[in-house]
């Protein structure tokens, strides 16, 4: 079984700061996509950021950008110049396909807070 | 561009009731996953349709089953509601053919009394 793992229940980051969330996965298939949504309290699961487990170059968003590390199965995120706005839970996500279907498997998230 | 929508927002049921959700998904999306979300926790997968057959399912009873129309949006139905369904209920959209990324509705409260 596909497992992902944020062991990061809660961080906090003064706006303008830059912070680090956490992730890593646990497959054995090699064609797999990696994800991180924000989900804000009006409860909208958004799309932040995807990377490709064949790519070796780390996405990059704007803001947002991921550390892979593939033969460490590990994926986080970092918010540059953090914003007010980026308060959310923040969960990483892996799709794994299986046989025609790819679902995605969820950690636990990350609770965001931005301070003044 | 219209997004994923879903209807209705929140819902109230009693315990032993039957519930549909709906959902629509992005233009240009002929794929639906569903998804069950409790509070604090991250969202399980329950099934994924495509060309109006469920392709996988998720380790969700059969109290739970779905439909999706030859428009491509989709429902969930719920039977014999339980407490321990209460949950935020997302719909996702993609598009067929790999593993592609899935686009979110604004999802459904349930709450069962």
């Known amino acids: 079984a596909q497992t992902v793992t944020q062991s990061q229940p809660e961080m906090s980051v003064q706006e303008a700061e830059t912070v680090t969330l956490s992730c890593t996965y646990d497959t054995s298939e090699s064609d797999y996509y990696l994800f991180w949504y924000k989900q804000p309290p009006s409860r909208q699961m958004i799309l932040v950021i995807r990377?490709?487990?064949?790519?070796?170059q780390n996405a990059t968003e704007n803001r947002f950008s991921v550390n892979f590390q593939k033969a460490a199965k590990s994926f986080s995120l970092k918010i540059s110049d953090s914003q007010l706005g980026d308060a959310a839970m923040y969960f990483c996500?892996?799709?794994?396909?299986?046989?025609?279907?790819?679902?995605?498997?969820f950690g636990t998230g990350t609770r965001l807070q931005v301070t003044l | 561009d219209a997004g994923v929508t879903q209807s209705p927002t929140h819902l109230i049921k009693t315990r032993g009731q039957q519930v549909t959700l709906r959902c629509s998904p992005k233009?240009?999306?002929?794929?639906v996953s569903w998804y069950q979300q409790a509070l604090g926790q991250g969202p399980q997968f329950i099934f994924q349709?495509?060309?109006?057959?469920?392709?996988q399912r998720g380790n969700f009873p059969d109290r739970f089953s779905g439909h999706q129309f030859p428009n491509y949006s989709s429902e969930l139905n719920v039977n014999a509601l339980l407490l321990g369904d209460s949950a935020l209920y997302l719909c996702?959209?993609?598009?067929?053919?790999?593993?592609?990324?899935?686009?979110f509705g604004p999802g459904t409260r349930l709450l069962v009394l």
């Open positions: 349709y495509y060309e109006e057959e469920e392709r």
């Open positions: 996702a959209s993609s598009l067929a053919g790999g593993l592609e990324t899935q686009y």
């Open positions: 990377q490709e487990a064949y790519k070796q």
């Open positions: 233009s240009g999306h002929d794929t």
């Open positions: 996500a892996c799709t794994f396909r299986t046989g025609t279907a790819s679902k995605l498997t």
